[in-house]
């Protein structure tokens, strides 16, 4: 008698550990092979479009941290940059650069987190993940001498940010950057070279740049894919054209590039904040703007290079206090557009590695 | 620094090839009767000089009245990017034709809208809710959306 075999229907998620979040993905297997696949959110859908609708330009800021919960300075940054450019407000210089420090140090953050995760998936229990959250204390200790806050800061106003950088910021924030180059050199040490990651990362989730350009992927995943195209050197926003920083490119586009470029990122915002710290002059933090903005009728929309791609705010005003309608694009949705291209075809295991990869954040996703 | 493309000049290049394609424009944006909305999104991503490689973002916008769609595109060749706009009449079933096959990455922006304002994108391979559960009441972005009592 011939045995039979059929595809199996398997829920992976919502709670998973390597879902990073509430996710689910519906997966029909064949045997060990991914045949199918969909991804399923929205748990954690909260509506900061509509609650925005509710709430001055200003309070906004406050929802803004909560969608990428582990990047809120860039949320802030590309929050208040569209407000800006709405109201046709111009932050003065000093106020610039720290938000600049403030966005790329949150991107080492961001990528530290990313990094972790991603050795935790491949089965690399606790330690490569602690050493990251180490370093990752130390920047959001830098974030508490800012603004008082570690996870939702709300550091930047509309027109500035809330205030100077004290003292002791400085000194730590040297000591910082003399210290993590050699954290990283660690990682590299311990990780890059290594031939379990190589073989569970070389050749796995592989994402073409056509494919990542037809679907409108963006931030590393996309430069994993040999696509030059990073808004700080392309489009420059804030001070970014007065510094002088390299933009990483894959070659493959496979989980090991992905990997690589935010090792490298990391070295290269490590490079933007000395700089920044080499250039910043003494002045105001924050333009002249009153509390209760109101933009005159029109529409505007700008977009930062978060550590997940590129986000972007679409505001619509109508000349009240509160935005008519404040659309969100949210990097982490639209990278999930090709997740069934880097999946189908491979097995269980390295579906896990694959969605560590890609740096999801639910909180972006759902918003 | 990416270019924005004045509205005169992408209506100018789109008429030529699509007439009756553009019903105005302004400053760097075009309106586009939301018939032609994907024959001009085709064009734009074939044509060699506009060449729109990359869909940023589609927002939607309830103006009670009408629907303003609003389609943020770049071409990563060229650096510069437009933006094409549509309305979109009538709040029973308003219809739009779907880009998906012209960019893939307009699948899940198109579903959320689809979702939470309400519009349906003919020829979509897969309009179905993104972020609310099949079977939720009602469209929340819609300015007319009211909470159900609790």
Redesign the interface.
């Known amino acids: 008698m011939p045995i039979r075999t059929e595809p199996v229907t398997v829920n992976i998620g919502p709670q998973h550990p390597s879902t990073h979040g509430v996710f689910r993905l519906r997966v029909t297997f064949d045997g060990e092979v991914v045949q199918d696949l969909e991804p399923v959110?929205?748990y954690l859908?909260r509506?900061s479009?509509?609650l925005a609708e509710e709430r001055t330009y200003s309070q906004v800021v406050t929802l803004t941290d909560r969608l990428d919960y582990v990047a809120s300075m860039s949320n802030n940054l590309a929050y208040v940059r569209s407000v800006e450019k709405l109201a046709g407000v111009r932050p003065p210089d000093r106020a610039m650069y720290l938000r600049v420090i403030s966005a790329e140090l949150q991107r080492i953050a961001s990528h530290l987190v990313a990094t972790g995760f991603l050795l935790q998936d491949l089965g690399a229990f606790g330690t490569p993940l602690m050493y990251c959250f180490r370093e990752r204390e130390r920047i959001l200790d830098l974030f508490e001498m800012l603004c008082g806050a570690r996870v939702t800061f709300s550091y930047m106003r509309v027109g500035g940010v809330f205030q100077d950088a004290p003292g002791e910021f400085w000194i730590a924030l040297d000591k910082f950057l003399g210290d993590m180059p050699h954290y990283i050199d660690e990682y590299e040490q311990l990780l890059s070279g290594n031939e379990i990651l190589l073989t569970r990362t070389k050749d796995v989730g592989v994402l073409t740049s056509e494919?990542a350009?037809?679907?409108?992927?963006t931030g590393p995943v996309l430069r994993a894919s040999g696509?030059d195209?990073d808004l700080r050197k392309?489009?420059?926003y804030e001070i970014y054209d007065r510094i002088d920083f390299d933009v990483p490119l894959g070659t493959v586009g496979d989980n090991y590039d992905r990997y690589l470029m935010r090792i490298e990122e990391m070295r290269q915002s490590l490079r933007i904040v000395s700089e920044c710290v080499k250039q910043i002059s003494s002045g105001p933090v924050k333009a002249d703007v009153p509390w209760l903005v109101r933009p005159p009728v029109g529409?505007a929309?700008d977009?930062v290079e978060g550590p997940k791609g590129?986000l972007?705010f679409?505001l619509?005003s109508d000349g009240g206090i509160a935005p008519?309608?404040c659309?969100i694009?949210s990097p982490s949705?639209?990278n999930?557009?090709?997740v069934k291209d880097m999946l189908v075809g491979g097995k269980l295991s390295d579906m896990i590695v694959t969605m560590g990869s890609i740096d999801i954040n639910m909180g972006e996703v759902?918003? | 620094?990416?270019v924005s493309l004045t509205g005169e000049d992408v209506q100018a290049r789109v008429v030529g090839a699509i007439q009756g394609s553009i019903e105005s424009w302004n400053g760097s944006d075009v309106w586009v009767p939301s018939g032609f909305l994907h024959e001009v999104c085709k064009f734009a991503k074939e044509d060699p000089e506009l060449g729109m490689?990359?869909?940023?973002?589609i927002?939607?916008?309830?103006y009670i009245e009408y629907f303003e769609l609003?389609y943020?595109m770049q071409s990563?060749v060229h650096?510069h990017k437009m933006?094409v706009k549509t309305k979109c009449w009538g709040r029973e079933n308003p219809t739009i034709a779907s880009v998906v096959d012209v960019?893939?990455?307009?699948?899940?922006?198109e579903r959320?809208i689809y979702d939470?304002m309400g519009i349906t994108f003919t020829d979509h391979p897969n309009l179905k809710?993104?972020?609310?559960?099949e079977g939720f009441p009602g469209h929340?972005?819609r300015k007319d959306y009211l909470e159900p009592p609790r």
């Open positions: 959110f929205g859908h509506g479009e509509k494919t350009m037809d679907c409108s992927i696509v195209w392309v489009d420059p529409d929309y977009h590129e972007g679409y619509v008519y309608r659309k694009r949705l639209i999930l557009t090709a759902d918003r | 620094m990416t490689d990359f869909l940023v973002a927002s939607a916008v309830d609003v943020h990563i650096n933006i960019w893939r990455g307009a699948d899940l922006q959320e939470l809710r993104i972020l609310l559960w929340p972005h």
